[in-house]
């Protein structure tokens, strides 16, 4: 069995304030989060997860949150220096850290950048000032261009920003006014994503008023992928747009189903063992997961393997984001499911035009497939 690539994922689970969008796993700090014992606990789990995979190299570390920048220079770089101790970091690993643009949450970028992140996700959501004071952000327009003007001075090479479409009171103007703003900043990726409603959110509870009809939005996306194109961007995966090279890494390897380690409260696993797949996850609850590995002396046990119809499903719940799709070889290496499943699986998308078959073995999905990629993922529920 050849291993898949391993990387690794770090949750810092504090924001100053939580937005009424978000799903994440994360809370609002208080004068009171505590920090050191937070970053105590995550070395720790640092050297239970180093047990899981010791002869695997390290392909990508991803800090989120939460906000990571909510802690000080000082403190990721305990945590990644912690990381290089316990696993064996390839020469070229890429470590991104996000971060939100605002000056309570965004520490130094010239000491994040010596304490060894190489790649800075900065969550600017909006360039409108209305926009983001609807979306619940505590950070400014000005702040957005400070936040990109100091990352690069720090010597980021790498930035992607995160920006939303489908806005309240969006039309194809603003959202591509707002989208032009960004590509001024000449970051080398961007996440354009369109405002869910998710559940147990304050926006699913109380959605706000003058969101986009779905026609409109789909207008909205179509005019922002066009721009992006003329600006030089590729489309790799959903909501990620990138210039050559510039992809993130650490994002591909969950979409085309590799391995990755968990650490920090809330964050889930995926390792492939001799008996199969598996997943775990630690506790979300902050308090509950200090409390967890200050307790522990061995990693969390791992889940019940993925049966066949578990792991078809979840390949192609990945593998569909990628626009140029996948190859039949890369199922049956990473989800151990013969290529004969998803030919049977697959016959109803095909005939929908969601989905299509390219040469020996190549799948991807259709443009339709694309537009409707909830009923394309929906065709392989087990």
């Known amino acids: 069995m050849n291993a898949p690539p391993l990387a690794l994922y770090l949750h810092l689970p504090w924001c100053v304030q939580k937005c009424p969008y978000c799903d994440f796993n994360s809370y609002t700090a208080g004068p009171d989060a505590p920090r050191e014992r937070y970053v105590d606990a995550v070395v720790r789990d640092l050297g239970l997860e180093a047990r899981r995979a010791p002869d695997r190299d390290i392909t990508s570390v991803f800090i989120g949150g939460g906000t990571p920048s909510f802690f000080p220079p000082a403190a990721i770089a305990r945590i990644l220096e912690a990381a290089s101790a316990r696993f064996r970091l390839v020469p070229d690993v890429e470590i991104t850290m996000e971060a939100n643009p605002g000056t309570v949450e965004f520490g130094d970028p010239a000491g994040y950048r010596a304490a060894g992140v190489n790649r800075l996700s900065?969550?600017?959501?909006?360039?409108?000032?209305?926009a983001l004071k609807t979306l619940g952000r505590i950070h400014g327009v000005d702040d957005i261009h400070r936040a990109v003007d100091a990352a690069r001075a720090a010597g980021f090479e790498r930035l992607n920003l995160d920006l939303m479409h489908g806005l309240p009171g969006q039309d194809v103007g603003a959202a591509t006014t707002d989208l032009e703003a960004a590509l001024a900043l000449d970051p080398g990726h961007l996440s354009w994503y369109q405002l869910t409603l998710e559940p147990n959110t304050v926006f699913?509870?109380?959605?706000?008023?003058?969101l986009p009809d779905d026609e409109l939005a789909w207008d909205i996306q179509s005019a922002g992928h066009a721009l992006l194109e003329e600006h030089g961007y590729r489309q790799y995966e959903v909501s990620a747009w990138a210039r050559p090279g510039d992809e993130c890494r650490h994002n591909r390897n969950y979409w085309t189903f590799?391995?990755?380690?968990?650490?920090?409260?809330?964050?889930?696993?995926?390792?492939?063992?001799?008996?199969g797949v598996r997943r775990y996850r630690k506790p979300a609850?902050?308090?509950?997961?200090?409390?967890?590995?200050?307790?522990?002396?061995?990693?969390?046990?791992?889940?019940?393997?993925?049966?066949?119809?578990?792991?078809?499903?979840?390949?192609?719940?990945?593998?569909?984001?990628?626009?140029e799709g996948f190859d039949?070889?890369?199922?049956?290496?990473?989800?151990?499911?013969?290529?004969?499943?998803?030919?049977?699986?697959a016959a109803g998308a095909v005939e929908r035009g969601l989905i299509e078959r390219i040469g020996a073995g190549h799948w991807r999905p259709t443009a339709l497939g694309r537009r409707f990629l909830d009923d394309l993922q929906a065709a392989f529920l087990p």
Request: glycine share 10%; aromatic share 6%.
């Open 258 to 275: 590799g391995d990755y380690l968990a650490v920090g409260a809330g964050a889930h696993g995926k390792l492939t063992v001799p008996d």
């Open 328 to 345: 039949e070889a890369l199922l049956e290496e990473r989800a151990l499911v013969p290529a004969g499943q998803l030919a049977g699986k």
């Open 204 to 210: 699913h509870a109380r959605p706000p008023a003058g």
């Open 122 to 130: 900065i969550g600017a959501q909006s360039f409108s000032a209305d």
């Open 285 to 323: 609850n902050p308090l509950g997961y200090l409390r967890d590995v200050e307790g522990r002396d061995s990693p969390q046990p791992l889940e019940a393997p993925l049966d066949d119809a578990d792991r078809l499903f979840e390949f192609m719940l990945n593998a569909l984001r990628l626009r």
